[in-house]
């Protein structure tokens, strides 16, 4: 059989931080994979690189989530190089890719210098960093589910965490990692149970607002419209009803836009962008939400590419 190279980029300095998103990175804070402390990718997702500054060098990836879109989103790494040795390390970053080890594990860009354990003694000891090039000196940042270019019909699928806390109703729970610039139409919407909360508390909808809105924060403000979901105006929504999340639930269940937004009824933005949240739709605050609720979030548009928030 034949072996495959793993590439391992690492962002953060302290492997007590390397999991879900780097902290001041989103505006979820917890959950959230559009930054991740860390990621693995096999060699053969690798498209191209090329100098984004003269301090600066991006890898481009087929998404190691959103494989068979229209338009697929690249994941990208960012590297920080010397300056004036930009060609150099993308040579030997090459070298590390077409590289065959013989555990299949190549470590491109490991800023880790301080370790993390259970055991107090192994913990907070000093360890080096590590890269393939010696021009390379830090990973600048990991960004999954970065769009490509290019207008024209575009759809996206993203499973979002719903952290374990108190939520008051219609408040912010989740959040998808890319927006839509201004001028899309959109066709269709829906949201899938992808794992269910271990109690009996939890359900949302699909909001969208011209900005980002923080987590908790209430996104059926002035610029909130419900996309899916029990609220939109006269049961557009397939089924009329919220997303049940809780253990109670039922894995794979559905809501779709229904009649709200179809191929022959879009809604079209104009000059507002499209930031998708999940909006927690009863009081999950008297009693906390509790395990690893998922829920999937598809939407398709006509219009200019996601881009990566």
Known sequence: MEKTNFLYFRQV????????????????????????????????????????SDTAITLYFDSVRNEGQFRPQHDQVTLTV?????????????TAINSNPTDGFTV?????????????????LTRSSKYCSGHLSAVTSIKTHCSTNGYGPHEYYEVVDIAARNHADNDVIGALSVYIPAQAILTYASISLVEVASNDIGSCSLFANTAAVAYDGAASGSSGVELVGADTASDKSLPDSDLDISSNATVGISVTSGTLIADSIPVQR???????????KEDMATTDITGTAKVGVYVKWVGPAAVAI
Do not use: W
């Not at 997702?45 to 090329?50: A, T, V």
């Open 82 to 94: 010397t300056q004036g040795k930009t060609q150099e390390a993308m040579a030997d970053i090459m």
């Open 108 to 124: 491109m860009a490991d800023d880790c210098v301080t370790t993390d354990s259970a055991t107090s003694a192994l913990a907070d």
């Open 13 to 52: 300095t302290d492997m007590a931080n390397d999991g879900g998103l780097i902290p001041g990175v989103g505006t979820i804070a917890a959950g959230d994979t559009s930054e991740p402390g860390s990621i693995l990718i096999p060699a053969s997702s690798f498209r191209y690189m090329n100098p984004t």
């Open 270 to 280: 104009t000059t507002s962008a499209t930031y998708l949240h999940l909006v927690a």
